[in-house]
């Protein structure tokens, strides 16, 4: 039985992992028009950082597509990350950003990864911060 859950939860794991490393999506507004967000990087690593009360790393994408691009809503793998971001549309050519704060509780390695629910039909946008808190 204790075989089963470990086996049960590693595959969860590779499944999060897998969904957490897509980079540029596509967008499909009501208009049927395709609007194209590219990140700078969806992936960020502090590496090794000291202890202190809140670290933020911001994202930068760019709607590349020709219909507006807006985000409804962010969520995260924990509490100990907030994301913010603006809840105006990104017009095509636009840019946008996504500012994700993580209060580091403790000493270790951390990886976190933030699930972005915008207008894509079905699909997600996934940003993951990592590194290691150190004394």
């Known amino acids: 039985m204790k075989n089963t859950f470990y086996i049960l939860l590693i595959f969860l794991l590779i499944i999060v992992d897998s969904g957490c490393n897509r980079f540029n999506k596509y967008v499909r507004d009501k208009s ?4 194209i967000v590219v990140f700078d990087s ?13 670290i933020s790393h911001t994202f930068h994408y760019k709607n590349v597509g020709r219909s507006a691009f807006f985000i409804n809503d962010i969520k995260t793998s924990c509490g100990c990350t907030v ?25 270790g390695e951390f990886h976190k990864c933030s699930m972005v629910l915008c207008n894509i039909n079905g699909r ?9 808190i150190v004394k």
């Open 32 to 35: 049927g028009v395709d609007a």
């Open 42 to 54: 969806q992936k960020y690593d502090f590496g090794s950082i000291k202890m202190c009360k809140i």
């Open 83 to 107: 994301p913010h971001w603006s809840k105006e549309p990104i017009k095509p050519n636009g840019n946008g950003s996504i500012r994700i704060d993580f209060i580091n509780p403790s000493y």
């Open 124 to 132: 997600h946008l996934y940003l993951i911060i990592k590194g290691k």
